[in-house]
């Protein structure tokens, strides 16, 4: 069994910063790309960054500049720096990891970000 344990999330001000971050516990296996997605509210869930396990990242266009991934592979966790927050950026994080050599991958529980203007 592995759980995925997210913290950081919360509310705070438009221009301010949040640090989330999802640890791997349980069954531990090598892991592959880990990866944050958001979902707010009417809307569909995104990618917002992703790391591989060599260290390769993308964002998406609106995150760009003003987030940062990063993973500490030792305690098999993953990051997700947040600057200049936005409104728009108000949703549910969820983390996601990928299972090194599988199609496996498995998801958060979600940590709500509120971004007030």
């Known amino acids: 069994q592995v759980q995925l344990v997210e913290s950081g999330g919360g509310l705070v001000q438009a221009g301010g910063s949040l640090r989330l971050s999802c640890a791997a516990s349980g069954s531990i296996f090598r892991i592959a790309a880990m990866a944050w997605y958001r979902r707010a509210p009417g809307k569909q869930r995104e990618l917002v960054a992703a790391?591989?396990?060599?260290?390769?990242?993308n964002y998406a266009d609106s995150v760009k500049g003003r987030f940062t991934i990063s993973r500490d592979n030792g305690k098999n966790t993953v990051f997700l720096q947040m600057n200049s927050l936005k409104p728009e950026d108000t949703a549910v994080y969820y983390c996601k990891v990928d299972r090194a050599g599988t199609s496996l991958y498995y998801w958060g529980q979600g940590t709500q970000v509120t971004v007030s203007s």
């Open positions: 790391i591989t396990s060599g260290g390769s990242t």
